[in-house]
């Protein structure tokens, strides 16, 4: 099973700034790791797919990188409605596999 | 505008079994893949069961494997999961998501499985 490594579990900002969220796999996934945001009392939603292509309708602010084992999600200017928890998966192989999720919370 | 929707979930004890089902529309249904996620309260994602959509080849997460069943009946767009020999520990919020990238989330049905 590839586990995905999602750290830290929380981190804090202020809107406007910068973010970046890291994802790492126990191995190769090539660049079939997908991003997802997720809010309270909603389902997740797809942001990123194969590592960098963003989904219909999600802001240029986020942007999706790596290949292989480490990958990163880019927020370029944090918006209020950006604070969320998110979660990276891997559909390389089976099982299919989830990140922890890391909580992008205001400072 | 596309639309999945899950229901079936309820209170069952232990040992019980649940049907749950993921209605689709405005997609073809039976020409994409379809997966049921599911949420344990507080905690993180966890991929529960995938079925096709090219040749209907089904795949199952160890934690279910031999409980669960996935299948759909395409004239009804529906996806469902047959849960047996249920435990606590499948207590969660279970949803549905369409394709391959998960483009596509319903809101969930939550299983309480509880004496």
């Known amino acids: 099973e590839i586990v995905l490594t999602q750290s830290p579990a929380t981190l804090s900002f202020s809107p406007g700034e910068r973010v970046t969220l890291s994802c790492r796999a126990s191995?190769?996934?090539?660049?079939?790791l997908a991003w997802f945001q997720q809010k309270p009392g909603q389902a997740p939603r797809l942001l990123i797919y194969?590592?960098?292509t963003r989904a219909a309708g999600v802001p240029a602010r986020f942007s999706g990188s790596g290949s292989g084992t480490d990958f990163t999600l880019t927020i370029s200017s944090l918006e209020p409605e950006d604070f969320a928890v998110y979660y990276c998966?891997?559909?390389?192989?089976?099982?299919?596999?989830f990140g922890g999720g890391t909580r992008v919370e205001i400072k | 505008e596309m639309q999945v929707l899950e229901s079936g979930g309820e209170l069952v004890q232990p040992g019980g079994s649940l049907r749950l089902s993921c209605a689709a529309s405005g997609f073809t249904f039976n020409k994409f893949t379809m997966t049921w996620v599911r949420q344990a309260p507080g905690k993180g994602l966890e991929w529960v069961s995938t079925?096709?959509?090219?040749?209907?080849?089904?795949y199952y997460a160890d934690s279910v494997k031999g409980r669960f069943t996935i299948a759909s009946d395409n004239s009804k767009n529906t996806m469902f999961l047959q849960m047996n020999s249920l435990r606590a520990d499948d207590t969660a919020l279970y949803f549905c998501a369409k394709g391959h990238y998960f483009d596509l989330w319903g809101r969930g049905t939550l299983v309480t499985v509880s004496s």
């Open positions: 079925l096709s959509g090219t040749g209907g080849a089904t």
């Open positions: 194969d590592a960098s």
């Open positions: 191995q190769s996934v090539s660049s079939y």
């Open positions: 998966h891997q559909r390389s192989n089976w099982p299919l596999t």
